[in-house]
């Protein structure tokens, strides 16, 4: 098929707007992994025009970033993601080429890389317990002095906030990009909450209820900080989501939302703003709980994927 789409295209003008493409893993494992990759990438070379791009490339890693830029003089929507390969991302430095090469881009959905982040250093910089032991009473101390944590700043020096720093290349990037406003991070939102297992123990599609509020206070926290520095350096970007294909973490139907109306692996938010006493405004991220129907002008938040 894709031979046939291959040599269609390259015989003239192709009216083509919209691809997406969600390769099965069953399909990959009876096929040629690196000859599917290979030929997705010619057909996206074979002609240019399209608007939107979602490919889902189950575990066969991401197309090369010529194969996206060879319709950046069209391209307003890119998600590209693998639901059975949770650590492949772009290169910093091939996103950057992307994001300066598709001008026209007002959507982008692609994984990051960046593993567990110290959820520590996402809400308060004093609180020391270990979360993973914590009685009820304990869990409810730590909720309460969380709602009020305002420690955490991008580039901050602490070494738990090491994984941060590709968020900054990345935010900087972005910030200078004059369309872009809806981005989604197709990694799962993992949180070190310095216990003895590893960082997928959540692979089940369930995140134990003990960290939900707590998880739902690191990420708020964190999506703020990204719309103040973005805001700061005069972006446009007013949403984004964590958010992972769906076949690469399928969300629990007994999942407990949060008080933001968020079932993790799934956190959205708007860009918000609120005045203080003194009449200052600040940004803040404002949660969406029904992303799906409420985000309609952003694509890339499509519950299918």
Not at 103 to 114: H, V
Not at 132 to 138: E, I, P
Not at 241 to 262: C, F, M, Q, V, Y
Request: charged letters at 20%; hydrophobic letters at 40%; glycine letters at 6%.
């Amino acid at each position: 098929m894709l031979e046939t789409l291959i040599s269609t295209y390259a015989q003239g003008p192709c009216t083509l707007k919209k691809l997406t493409l969600c390769l099965t893993s069953h399909a990959v494992k009876h096929s040629d992994g690196l000859g599917i990759c290979h030929d997705i990438e010619r057909v996206l070379l074979s002609f240019r025009g399209l608007e939107s791009i979602f490919l889902d490339m189950s575990h066969l890693g991401l197309v090369s970033k010529e194969s996206v830029i060879n319709h950046s003089q069209s391209l307003e929507t890119s998600g590209i993601g693998t639901s059975h390969a949770m650590s492949v991302a772009y290169k910093t430095s091939d996103l950057a080429v992307i994001l300066n090469d598709c001008t026209k881009l007002t959507q982008l959905a692609i994984p990051l890389g960046i593993g567990t982040s110290k959820w520590t250093g996402l809400c308060h910089d004093e609180l020391d317990l270990q979360v993973a032991h914590a009685d009820q009473q304990q869990v409810n101390n730590i909720q309460a002095s969380l709602v009020s944590a305002v420690a955490f700043r991008l580039c901050s020096s602490r070494t738990e906030l090491v994984h941060f720093a590709d968020y900054y290349v990345l935010q900087a990037a972005i910030a200078t990009h004059s369309r872009l406003h809806s981005f989604r991070t197709m990694d799962c939102p993992y949180l070190d909450w310095n216990c003895d297992s590893n960082e997928y123990q959540w692979t089940d599609g369930r995140l134990p209820d003990m960290y939900v509020e707590v998880a739902a206070v690191a990420l708020q926290n964190l999506a703020t900080q990204v719309f103040r520095y973005l805001c700061e350096h005069g972006s446009r970007f007013r949403a984004l989501a964590w958010k992972p294909l769906r076949r690469n973490h399928e969300l629990d139907t007994d999942s407990i939302p949060d008080s933001n109306g968020h079932c993790w692996p799934a956190y959205a938010y708007y860009k918000g703003r609120v005045t203080d006493a003194q009449g200052v405004a600040r940004v803040v991220a404002i949660p969406v709980s029904n992303y799906e129907g409420e985000m309609l002008e952003s694509d890339i938040f499509d519950g299918r994927f």
